[in-house]
């Protein structure tokens, strides 16, 4: 599989972010849809459909991601600094690919977003949360995020496995024990 990264700054007022594929089934894309307006129950079936991955942390805000199509065997697939400030990783998701993959807030689905160039398929994907404030690199003299800080959310995507169990939850991390 030919390797991929893209790194976006994606905001939601909607309480969650996601990745998606472009064209919804059974429609040639997801007209009409207004993911900010979406319910729990639609969510959920989008989930299961492997159309929608969501990335959610409970809340509105702007998020640095980094989406990385990765082969299965890499570890992970992130990078060496990613996985030192790692702080919990997302059940893998399925996600089927019709040919792009779509990444933004919630309220953008259907309507906006960045794109990614997916070939047809199916995929398990996995969302990284990262503590980039914990790495010295990534943090400016304010405070903010420096040049090249670490992204929020590290999402990989690799080939789907037969005989994965795929995560169903809209809340991507289980809660801490």
């Avoid at 639609?42 to 492997?50: M, S």
């Amino acid at each position: 599989m030919e390797k991929k990264e893209i790194e976006a700054v994606v905001r939601t007022d909607a309480g969650m972010c996601g990745l998606w594929q472009a064209v919804k089934p059974g429609a040639s894309a997801w007209y009409g849809d207004d993911g900010g307006d979406v319910e729990d129950d639609e969510l959920a079936e989008w989930i299961e459909a492997g159309v929608f991955v969501p990335l959610n942390v409970g809340g509105d805000g702007t998020f640095g991601v980094t989406v990385r199509v990765a082969d299965a065997a890499e570890a992970g697939g992130l990078s060496e600094r990613e996985a030192r400030h790692r702080l919990v990783s997302s059940d893998p998701y399925l996600l089927v690919s019709q040919g792009d993959a779509v990444l933004g807030g919630l309220e953008e689905v259907g309507n906006g977003g960045t794109l990614l160039p997916l070939p047809a398929g199916r995929y398990a994907v996995v969302v990284h949360l990262v503590d980039w404030q914990s790495d010295p690199a990534s943090v400016g003299p304010d405070g903010s995020p420096a040049e090249g800080a670490l992204p929020d959310f590290a999402v990989t995507i690799s080939e789907a496995l037969a005989g994965t169990a795929y995560r169903k939850d809209i809340e991507t991390f289980d809660p801490p024990q």
